[in-house]
Structures are given as C-alpha cells and as structure tokens.
C-alpha cells in the first residue's frame, strides 16, 4: 500500500511538473497569419529603399534610398501618393526620422564608421549638425518633448556599436550598453521609459533582443528567435519583430513586452528587411525584398 502511494505521488508530481512547464513554455498563435500584398509598393524604384518613418500624423513617410547610386532621403505623401526627394548630396545619408514630432526631420551622414546626426529642415533644404559631440552616431531617436534623444554610438576601441542617450538641456551623454558584441538596432518604448535593442551573440540565434529601462537597468530577453528587425507598438504593451526561425526568409512576429501571447503575423515567402509601425497601430510600412530589390511595402492587416 505504501509502494502505490508512492508510485501515484511520484505520477502526481510528474504530471504537476509537465503541466507547469506547458504554462511557462511560449505558445506561438499562427491561425490569422498575413500575405503581404506586393501590389501595395509605394516606392517602385530600382534601388533599395530602406528605414522608413512615419510622421506623427500619420499621412507621410521618411525612407531612404540608393536608387541614385548613393544613399538619400525621400519622403512620401499618403493622401497624395507622391514622393519627393529631399537630399542630394554625394555621402549617404541614412536612417531618417522626425524630429520631436515636428515638421523637421533627422538622419545620419557619412562613412559606415564616420557618421553624424543632422537635422534638415525640408522647406529650405538647410541641414545642421544634431548636436555637437565628436563620436560617430546614426539611429538615433527622440523623446516626445525632444529634450532627449538615444542613438548608437562607435566605439574606435573596441569597435563596436553601442547604445547611448543624450539630454540636450544637460548636455549629459551616457553609454547605456557595453557589449562585447555590436548593437544592431533599437527602438524607444511610447512612453520613453523602456528601450529594446538587438544584438550579436554566439551560439544561434545569433541576433537577440533585450529592453532595458532608460537608464541602463535591462530586463527580459528574447533569447529564442533569431530576430532582424523589432519595434514597439505605439500601444507600449506590445513588440513586434522580424525573425528567421521558422521560415528562411523571415517571418513578423508579435508578442506582449512579458513574451507572452507570441503570434505570427505574416507567412509567406517575402524577406521583410525592416519596418515601422504607423501611429494608429493599423498600419505598417516594410523595406519587403521583390525582385532582387527591397520596396516598400504598405501592410494593413485586420489582425495588427
């Protein structure tokens, strides 16, 4: 009697353990999934066009573009379904963005380690430097009041790239990362508290994703997707990423800031480069790769 009180213990307490680590283990959801419609390009150009950036209303958008053999800065209106070039000059000019959610906009210029932030005003076409910091930055990004703005920053030493922020009223700069590996990208949280980055590591997945509050604390890791390209809904509750783990070309994927409730979006057979999601929430614009070529691609699906 004893032995078989055991033996249903031992049974209790295995199926007890399995049943936790069912609840613990991420589901992924994929009965809503996505096929990008190609014929929704609003670039159809025969360069790459790449980082695209949504104003705060929501009716135009920033990319970038090498269509002229080098890299400039095109902005697109989506009421008039137009685009306008807005730089020319020989050095490439990357990675644009609004500044402070005004009618200024932003972007690095230069080499692939000797970069530096400007900003543009497009109705005269006059760029000054951002700030006036000797360090190689590109990516950067801004608080809603503008008084602090994160970028990635080369380290000559170690040559690496790392997370930094500034306060333009301190004119206070802090390393916020010291990886051994590069920072691949980030992207600010709505309400600015909370930042998630991506980053090399070894073994695979080789690119993970991270958040850290504002001032360098970190916090939970993404640790099982090989992921690409990530951004925050406007929303806060909710990250959305490209990952190359269950399809070669990459797939989007969402998934509650907690890594719980993960979803796939999209399942096709288009390589999504980047992305970024409207203000609304509803929309999203990807640099999707089409005939050897990335465009940009409007995604507007019910499930977003």
């Known amino acids: 009697m004893h032995d078989k009180s055991l033996f249903l213990c031992n049974r209790m307490n295995v199926l007890i353990g399995f049943v936790i680590i069912m609840l613990c283990t991420p589901t992924i959801s994929s009965a809503q999934t996505y096929t990008i419609d190609t014929s929704n390009n609003i670039s159809r ?39 306008v070039q ?116 070894y073994p695979y997945p080789y690119k993970r994703l991270r958040i850290m509050n504002w001032y360098g604390e970190k916090g939970e890791v993404l640790d099982t997707y090989n992921i690409t390209a990530a951004s925050w809904h406007p929303g806060g509750l909710k990250i959305y990423f490209v990952s190359d783990k269950d399809k070669l070309n990459g797939e989007m994927y969402s998934t509650w800031k907690d890594k719980t409730h993960l979803h796939q979006l999209t399942d096709d057979n288009w390589k999504i480069r980047d992305f970024a999601i409207a203000p609304d929430g509803r929309t999203i614009a990807g640099s999707v790769l089409l005939d050897g070529n990335y465009e940009i691609i409007i995604i507007s699906p019910e499930l977003f």
Not at 60 to 82: A, H, P, V
């Open 45 to 83: 150009s025969r360069g790459d066009d790449l980082s695209p950036a949504w104003s705060a209303d929501g009716k135009k958008l920033l990319y970038q573009s090498n269509r002229n053999g080098n890299w400039d800065i095109f902005i697109y209106d989506t009421l008039l379904d137009s685009t």
């Open 86 to 201: 807005l730089t020319y000059d020989t050095i490439d000019e990357q990675n644009p963005g609004w500044y402070s959610e005004s009618d200024f906009i932003y972007f690095d210029a230069g080499t692939s380690e000797e970069c530096y932030l400007y900003k543009l005003n497009p109705d005269t076409g006059v760029s000054v430097p951002l700030f006036n910091r000797k360090i190689s930055c590109r990516n950067a990004s801004f608080t809603s009041a503008g008084r602090m703005m994160y970028f990635l920053g080369y380290n000559k030493r170690t040559e690496k790239w790392n997370l930094y922020s500034y306060h333009f009223i301190y004119d206070n700069l802090n390393q916020l990362t010291k990886n051994g590996q590069d920072i691949l990208f980030f992207d600010l949280s709505p309400d600015a508290k909370k930042v998630l980055y991506g980053y090399e590591t």
